[in-house]
């Protein structure tokens, strides 16, 4: 069974950094893309930013770029979200997820998330 | 960026309906687009993707359409379970977005 397990989540001031991590298992990490998502207390779906399987590739949002790094450990089946610079309006509920194996295709499976206050 | 509309933000409809949510991309995609449900206090769940092809698991009576710029998802014979919000998402072109959202709930 794949999970997507995440964790760092917290209170933090503006101006200040976060580091949010993502468990995987259940599936070959080392053959995925991943994203990370966010939505904001009773708001719609953001995408935050993706990795290529082997790390060689990465995007990010419009709102995020220049302040929110993403990277990944394959020997650790982990994905990371390092932010810094933190505003207000990143508060939200962080989804790691999976995008399905073929290309184009959406995103197949997520994890319940984990709650970033900036405050 | 690709800005993407949803219509109506938010329908009531009766169990035994059919709905049907409508997704407008602001410059052609193709066909990728895939649709999300997302229940109260849970994470979103894949059912569509390729604007046309159901997810393994999902429920035949969720159907999606359309490509280019137009999409819909159909809902035949609305049930219970299926209260929800529903999100389109392109995955032609980064950054890749979402619509707003439509919140389905049952008369």
């Known amino acids: 069974e794949v999970q997507l397990v995440e964790s760092g989540g917290g209170l933090v001031q503006p101006g200040g950094s976060l580091r949010l991590s993502c468990a995987a298992s259940g599936f070959t990490f080392s053959t995925y893309w991943m994203s990370w998502v966010r939505q904001a207390p009773g708001k719609g779906l953001e995408w935050v930013a993706n990795?290529?399987?082997?790390?060689?590739?990465?995007y990010y949002g419009d709102s995020v770029r220049g302040r929110f790094t993403i990277s990944r450990d394959n020997a650790k089946n982990s994905l990371y979200l390092h932010m810094n610079s933190l505003r207000v309006e990143d508060t939200a509920v962080y989804f790691c997820?999976?995008?399905?194996?073929?290309?184009?295709?959406?995103?197949?499976?997520w994890g319940q998330g984990t709650l970033v206050t900036v405050s | 960026d690709i800005q993407m509309t949803q219509s109506p933000s938010s329908v009531s409809a009766t169990v035994g309906d059919r709905v049907t949510i409508s997704c407008r991309a602001s410059q052609g995609i193709r066909s990728w687009l895939a649709w999300y449900q997302q229940k109260p206090g849970n994470a979103p769940k894949l059912l569509i993707y390729a604007a046309s092809s159901l997810q393994t698991g999902v429920p035949s009576r969720f159907s999606g359409g359309g490509s280019g710029t137009d999409f819909t998802l159909t809902i035949y014979s609305l049930q219970p379970e299926d209260v929800a919000t529903y999100y389109c998402?392109?995955?032609?072109?980064?950054?890749?977005?979402f619509g707003q959202g439509t919140k389905l709930e049952i008369k």
């Open positions: 998402q392109q995955v032609d072109t980064f950054p890749y977005t």
């Open positions: 990795m290529k399987h082997d790390g060689s590739d990465k």
């Open positions: 997820t999976r995008e399905h194996s073929t290309w184009n295709y959406g995103f197949d499976n």
